[in-house]
């Protein structure tokens, strides 16, 4: 089976920057995805990684270690707009899927 | 523009009754996928289909069905057998295999009153 654990919530000042880890347990392992989803809205696609390195995309910027299993989504100059939840999502070995984490809500405060 | 259609936004359900969420792509994606997500938790899949009259089980299929009878329509049936169906239900196509992105369509949010 495959699991991934992010923090629950995290909460900042806007400008600040925050990175949101992600561990993951899997079977087979292709690339590790990061989706950001404001409440009630749909989840839309932010970044992917297959291999080791940084992916930067504007303000956002994602990690991958493969051999630590681990990732990080990186915000920077945070923005009220970015006040949402950041899920982790691991694309494994068996068929071409995605397993979630639970999710990081991100709270930006004035 | 292109995009992912779920219908009804909202859904009402009586105890014993099946009801069907809608799921409609004009992306011209040949992968479809359902995921179930509770409050404040993750999303778990579902049921997903690679192409048309195909589909696999996911993570927690009991209680579900689906039919991929077309490339843009991948209907999800929520029936009686599944005992707590209050949930919001999210569809989705692969956007691209290169940076395997999905896209999400609005989401259904099923009530069983």
């Known amino acids: 089976g495959q699991s991934l654990e992010q923090p629950s919530e995290v909460t900042a000042v806007e400008g600040a920057i925050v990175q949101i880890n992600c561990t993951y347990q899997?079977?087979?392992?292709?690339?590790l995805s990061w989706y950001q989803q404001h409440d009630g809205g749909a989840p839309t696609f932010l970044s992917y990684?297959?291999?080791?390195g940084l992916e930067e995309t504007g303000r956002f910027s994602s990690f991958l270690s493969r051999s630590d299993s681990y990732g990080y989504l990186l915000l920077q100059e945070l923005q009220m707009k970015d006040s949402a939840s950041y899920f982790c999502?691991?694309?494994?070995?068996?068929?071409?899927?995605?397993?979630f984490g639970g999710g990081t809500r991100v709270l930006v405060k004035p | 523009d292109g995009g992912i259609t779920q219908s009804p936004k909202y859904l009402f359900r009586k105890e014993g009754q099946n009801v069907t969420l809608s799921c409609e792509q004009n992306?011209?994606?040949?992968?479809m996928y359902w995921y179930r997500q509770d409050p404040g938790q993750g999303l778990r899949l579902i049921y997903y289909?690679?192409?048309?009259?195909?589909?696999q089980k996911g993570d927690i299929a009991e209680g579900y069905s689906v039919s991929r009878e077309k490339k843009e329509s991948f209907p999800l049936t929520v029936t009686s057998a599944q005992k707590n169906p209050t949930a919001f239900y999210l569809c989705?196509?692969?956007?691209?295999?290169?940076?395997?992105?999905?896209?999400f369509g609005s989401g259904t949010r099923l009530t069983v009153v």
């Open positions: 989705a196509s692969r956007k691209d295999e290169e940076n395997y992105g999905y896209t």
């Open positions: 899997t079977s087979g392992f292709y690339g």
């Open positions: 990684n297959a291999l080791d």
């Open positions: 999502a691991v694309r494994g070995a068996a068929g071409n899927k995605l397993t």
């Open positions: 992306l011209n994606h040949d992968a």
């Open positions: 289909s690679q192409i048309v009259n195909d589909f």
